[in-house]
């Protein structure tokens, strides 16, 4: 409420206890390679989309991993599901599948709880 | 919490702080926001602990407030300090003792300016012979004035009327201590328990009876920064930072805060009232909300001071909690009575200065 | 050959420089200041890279050091240490002098003493301990709380004591992050229900199969690894830990609630090192570990010919790399005690 000409600031720290992390344990459960990431942006640095938007495969892959699914669910629709972060990836993570698995438990997290 | 542990890291940090014969310099805003505390630490250390503590009639603002707004720029900030010492120097003094934590910060910061840059002293001596003829001598010991209660904390505690327990349950009172920024952040080595776990107000508060609460966001800013406030806009920023305190220190139920600040006590103190009017949320029990004191205030009310007389009307979260619980004999229809009788003043031990 | 070394310092460094000399029919003199050899050995449960018992590394040094003729002496110290003109004088605790042809230095590493990092609060809080105080928890067989409970969340700090300009430590302890990963995975066995986090400033994972117990740790085992200083701990009212930490990656800064803590305390320069390097006039390097006359085929010589060392008191390394380093003494010894003859 601005009754004195400022509002209160609202912290941006990543709150992991409130945070809902059941987006992340819906991927790790189906793709168990998601586990491997160790966000080195490999794939980010490839990316087709991310070359000229501001979708960033790595920084997805951790913000589902923390639960902050608000920041992650319009960005999932940009990617092209081409594939070239699957080929650069070292650790042999499944990127392309977590793109799409992720869409998936939005859209059933939409739908009904999962 | 294991208070051995604590209790190490505290005997770490101790400084060397004078025994008698201060010079005191005032706040610049202290004597409006809390315009007893000044008055009742000069009757502590004069009448109750006979020390010498001697006020020139024309020192200045320090200048710290415009410095740290970037309104001041620093050499004039240090000439005008030079001034300071200079009439600290002629009336015969060398133990500086400073009322506000911004000032102590200062001085401590200038003085260790001109330790590992003497050419920058060189300077600010000529400026000032330029500018107002006078000389000085760097003070010999700087304690801030919350030091020096620290100090003598036992001698007013064996002339305590009152220890901070609750007279109802033999509780002592949680007390939660706030500190000043730029009393032991800046440099942790001048501040007594240095900056992880200042001892300063917890030697106070243990001696006095209280019990003091280690609660998470213990060393977070009150949001008191010059820039912060002295903007509109950015007050959001500011009453944000005392917000995160409040909702870290609500679980402990303390039952009063305690401050050696100018700003903080004032920012714990009305923010209150702010976040209750935008939010509506209250930090105490029983929806009130927490009173905070300085550490002068508390001093006074240890030794029975009459509340009124230190002010406690003028704090906008209502201190009468505290002076139920400690079992303080204070009048309530007194609390906004400015005519003040002889018969009056000599019943409740008024300060006279 | 008729000749009598005096080793300084009974762990992994010293027992193994010790059994190869007297394979050879070296004299050997082995001085230890505890009433056990074996050194920090006798405190880890199992190592790394493969978690074998650390048992069985003792037993392999006792088996080519007891009974092999060694002259051990255990609860003594170095007094004097003086070079004469022809040998080495050294007056232990118990005011015996030993005349040495040639001595080795091996007196190993002390771990940091993580209290001097207040602000994670070791030594304050009830609920964190370091990584040495884990390896007992594993020796002991449980993990538990200072309330007799099970942990469900652990968070393990990477860096105590070490990369650390505050606490005057800048170099790297080389094996806290694998002693991290192990840990975290050992934590995961014994208690299958908790979630183990990580937090790091950077992996370091340089050893034969180092980085592939990081793939197992995360594979098979669900540790998170957070990239990010911790920069405080606190206690919460339910006597929980609650961390500040920068997500870096994310580019935002995190709060969560742990309920125990584990710090991964770095390797320093021994007490017992420093005292030797001031009675024997030896050099130590920025790092106050000892510094030897060249870093590329010198590692184990000192600046005083006839003083070698061995292990970790010229740098941190692992027991393969310990064990290694003696033998290299052993030859360098062998080397020099055939030329001065």
Redesign the interface.
């Known amino acids: 409420m601005d009754k004195f000409g400022f509002t209160i600031s609202t912290g941006r720290q990543i709150d992991y206890e409130s945070n809902d992390r059941r987006i992340a344990e819906y991927i790790f459960e189906r793709e168990p390679s998601f586990r491997l990431c160790i966000e080195c942006g490999g794939c980010s640095a490839t990316c087709t989309t991310g070359n000229f938007t501001d979708f960033s495969l790595r920084e997805l892959n951790i913000l589902i991993k923390r639960g902050e699914n608000e920041q992650v669910r319009e960005k999932l629709n940009k990617c092209m599901l081409c594939g070239k972060c699957t080929l650069v990836c070292p650790r042999g993570v499944n990127t392309r599948n977590i793109v799409v698995l992720a869409k998936k438990a939005f859209q059933k997290s939409d739908e009904y709880a999962i | 919490m294991i208070l051995e542990g604590k209790k190490a890291v505290w005997k770490d940090y101790q400084k060397e702080i004078a025994e008698d014969k201060y010079y005191y310099v005032r706040s610049c805003v202290r004597q409006n926001f809390f315009p007893g505390s000044e008055t009742a630490f000069l009757k502590i250390m004069r009448e109750e602990l006979n020390k010498d503590v001697y006020e020139h009639p024309c020192h200045t603002s320090c200048t710290g407030i415009g410095y740290h707004s970037d309104i001041v720029p620093v050499e004039t900030t240090m000439t005008v300090v030079a001034r300071q010492f200079a009439l600290m120097t002629e009336a015969g003094y060398e133990n500086l003792m400073p009322s506000c934590i911004t000032s102590f910060g200062l001085y401590t910061e200038i003085l260790d300016t001109w330790h590992h840059f003497p050419e920058v002293e060189e300077k600010v001596r000529r400026q000032l012979k330029k500018a107002t003829g006078r000389e000085f001598k760097k003070p010999k010991n700087l304690a801030h004035s919350s030091d020096v209660i620290f100090k003598f904390r036992k001698e007013i505690g064996a002339k305590a009327k009152y220890k901070l327990i609750n007279k109802e349950t033999g509780e002592p009172l949680k007390v939660v201590d706030h500190i000043g920024c730029h009393y032991a952040k800046m440099f942790p080595s001048k501040g007594v328990g240095g900056a992880e776990y200042p001892y300063v107000l917890t030697g106070m508060i243990e001696e006095w009876g209280g019990q003091i609460i280690d609660y998470p966001e213990r060393r977070h800013c009150c949001g008191f920064g010059f820039r912060q406030y002295l903007v509109q806009a950015n007050r959001g920023f500011s009453v944000a930072c005392s917000k995160e305190k409040f909702e870290s220190m609500k679980p402990f139920k303390p039952d009063m805060i305690i401050t050696n600040c100018p700003g903080c006590p004032m920012f714990l103190d009305r923010w209150q009232y702010v976040i209750n009017e935008m939010e509506g949320k209250r930090y105490g029990q029983n929806g009130e909300g927490i009173p905070v004191f300085t550490y002068e205030e508390v001093a006074g009310l240890v030794l029975g001071y009459d509340p009124w007389e230190l002010g406690l009307q003028m704090h906008q979260t209502d201190c009468e909690p505290v002076l139920n619980k400690i079992g303080t004999d204070y009048s309530p229809e007194d609390k906004y009575n400015l005519d003040i009788s002889p018969s009056y003043s000599k019943k409740h031990n008024l300060i006279n200065v | 050959m008729g000749k009598h070394v005096v080793v300084i310092g009974g762990g992994v460094a010293g027992l193994e420089v010790a059994g190869q000399l007297s394979k050879v029919g070296i004299e050997v003199s082995l001085i230890e200041k505890d009433s056990n050899t074996g050194g920090h050995l006798n405190k880890w449960y199992k190592l790394f890279p493969d978690r074998r018992k650390s048992s069985e590394v003792m037993e392999y040094l006792n088996g080519i050091t007891v009974n092999k003729g060694i002259n051990l002496m255990t609860d003594t110290s170095i007094e004097m240490f003086n070079r004469k003109r022809d040998h080495f004088s050294i007056v232990t605790s118990g005011g015996k002098e030993l005349i040495a042809d040639a001595v080795i230095v091996a007196t190993g590493f002390d771990l940091f003493k993580s ?1 001097r990092k ?2 994670y ?6 609920n964190v301990i370091t990584s040495a105080d884990l390896e007992e928890m594993f020796r002991k067989g449980e993990i538990s709380l200072t309330n007799n409970t099970i942990p469900e969340k652990i968070g393990i700090i990477h860096c105590v004591g070490s990369r650390d300009e505050k606490v005057g430590n800048f170099y790297c302890s080389k094996l806290c992050c694998v002693t991290a990963v192990k840990q975290a995975i050992e934590i995961r066995e014994f208690l299958p229900e908790s979630k183990v986090f990580c937090f790091y400033m950077d ?1 370091r994972m340089g050893g034969a199969l180092y980085e592939e117990l990081y ?1 197992e740790a ?2 098979q085992w ?1 540790v ?2 957070i ?1 990010g200083k911790v920069s ?1 701990a ?4 339910d006597n929980q830990l ?1 961390i ?1 930490v920068e ?1 870096t ?9 742990l309920d125990l803590l584990v710090l991964m305390a770095g390797m320093e320069m021994s007490e017992g090192g420093k005292k030797i390097a001031g009675i024997g006039g030896l050099r130590t390097g920025e790092n106050r570990f000892f510094a030897a006359t060249d870093n590329h085929f010198g590692s184990n010589k000192s600046d005083i010919e006839g003083v070698f060392y061995a292990g970790t008191c010229t740098a941190p390394m692992n027991i393969t790399e310990t064990i290694s380093h003696a033998r290299a003494a052993a030859i360098e010894v062998i080397d020099y005690l055939k030329c001065s003859n």
């Open positions: 209290a207040e602000e609060g070791y030594g304050i809080y009830d992996m793939r995360q594979e669900g998170s690894f990239r405080e606190s206690e919460t009212i609650l500040k997500d990656l994310a580019g935002r800064p995190l709060k969560m609630k």
